[in-house]
């Protein structure tokens, strides 16, 4: 456990170090993936496949797709497609990979060893968290909701090109 740890964990930090340094959000929000799914190694490292599964669905799965999707959509032009191609190079997405696949290793490495949990640990089912989330805390799932769907609506109005536009009577007609 302790070498499979070090790993996950210096990756961890590596990606995360990545996210902070990178000045293109695509890049950081590339090494970012990485970061929690090696959060997500270590969530399973530790007796828990049920966070570990969570933070990939969704922390790495669904609210870093919709990231991407509005940084995409709210930079819309002809100079995005230029740097869409530069993203392409392999120079770009060769580490983040590496790290994803030595993490994908050591994933298939925990779940070979099929080890029982260290002793006093309660397992939590799926239904337990979601009576729990639905249960005395429904207000506040309720109101993080509605933050983050404040929070999307207000970017993309903050964010949108304008369109200019001109009377068809101050327009200049030159032929």
């Known amino acids: 456990m302790g070498v499979t740890f070090y790993i996950a964990a210096a990756i961890a930090v590596l ?8 000045f293109n959000i695509m890049h ?11 959060v997500a190694v270590i969530f399973y490292l530790y007796g828990a496949p049920f ?3 969570l933070e990939i669905i969704v922390y790495a ?3 870093m797709v919709l990231i991407i999707f509005f940084v995409m959509m709210l930079n819309l032009g002809p100079e ?3 740097q869409e191609k530069q993203w392409l190079k392999p120079s770009l997405w060769l580490f983040p990979a590496v790290f994803c696949v030595i993490l994908l290793g050591e994933l298939v490495y925990l779940i070979a060893q099929n080890r029982t ?13 979601g009576l729990s989330l639905y249960g005395p805390y429904l207000l506040a799932v309720e109101l993080s909701a509605m933050l983050l ?8 109005h903050l964010g949108r090109q304008k369109k200019k536009t001109v009377h068809r009577f101050l327009e200049s007609n030159v032929s």
Do not use: Q
Request: net charge positive.
């Open 15 to 22: 990606s995360t170090i990545m996210v902070l340094t990178r």
């Open 149 to 156: 769907m404040a929070g999307i609506v207000g970017a993309y």
């Open 117 to 129: 949990p260290a002793t006093g640990i309660k397992v939590v089912e799926a239904k337990a968290v």
């Open 51 to 53: 966070m570990a599964s």
């Open 28 to 38: 950081a929000l590339l090494w970012l993936v990485v970061s929690l799914l090696s």
């Open 61 to 63: 799965g669904a609210i």
């Open 80 to 82: 995005m497609y230029r």
